[in-house]
């Protein structure tokens, strides 16, 4: 599957798909972050990926993060929904070059059971404190990380 957090491109947006997507912010329940260095990247961002046809979001985020984690979460809420293109939300697919703007619903989850582990569309999985997160971090991953830890809910951006 291509990656959420793909290369964000420069130039005129017109004629771009839109894409619904899905990430996840899951809890160690000790307050560390999971993050996922992807392999199509080399970046830090989120567990998450495309909502398929006929699928709910709260499946989807299941889903992707059992496929990437073979994390078992409980989803506790949504963060917010982020389609801002300045926020690196249009981006070009490495496996198939195909360009799309994303409106990425950003749920929070806790970890219920699991070891994290790596699939092949990551290199690593870790729990971070959200002082100290990885530097390189994929552009749409930023904005719904900073409004987790400050305590916002439903953010529309």
């Not at 491109?9 to 912010?25: F, L, N, Q, T, Y």
């Not at 990926?49 to 059992?66: C, F």
């Not at 990885?134 to 830890?149: F, K, L, N, S, T």
Request: charged share 20%.
């Amino acid at each position: 599957m291509a990656s959420m957090y793909a290369q964000t491109i420069d130039g005129d947006p017109s004629g771009v798909r839109v894409k619904a997507v899905v990430g996840v912010i899951i809890s160690d329940g000790k307050g560390h972050l999971l993050m996922e260095r992807r392999s199509d990247n080399g970046l830090w961002g989120l567990p998450g990926g495309a909502i398929e046809p006929g699928e709910s979001v709260t499946e989807a985020a299941l889903r992707e993060v059992w496929e990437e984690t073979r994390l078992t979460i409980r989803i506790s809420g949504l963060v917010g929904v982020y389609s801002t293109p300045s926020d690196g939300r249009i981006v070009t697919y490495p496996d198939n070059g195909d360009v799309a703007q994303l409106v990425d619903i950003v749920l929070s989850a806790d970890r219920i059971d699991g070891t994290p582990t790596t699939s092949a569309e990551s290199i690593d999985l870790a729990f971070f404190p959200p002082e100290r997160l990885p530097g390189e971090m994929a552009a749409p991953a930023v904005r719904p990380i900073q409004d987790y830890v400050a305590g916002f809910t439903g953010v529309i951006r």
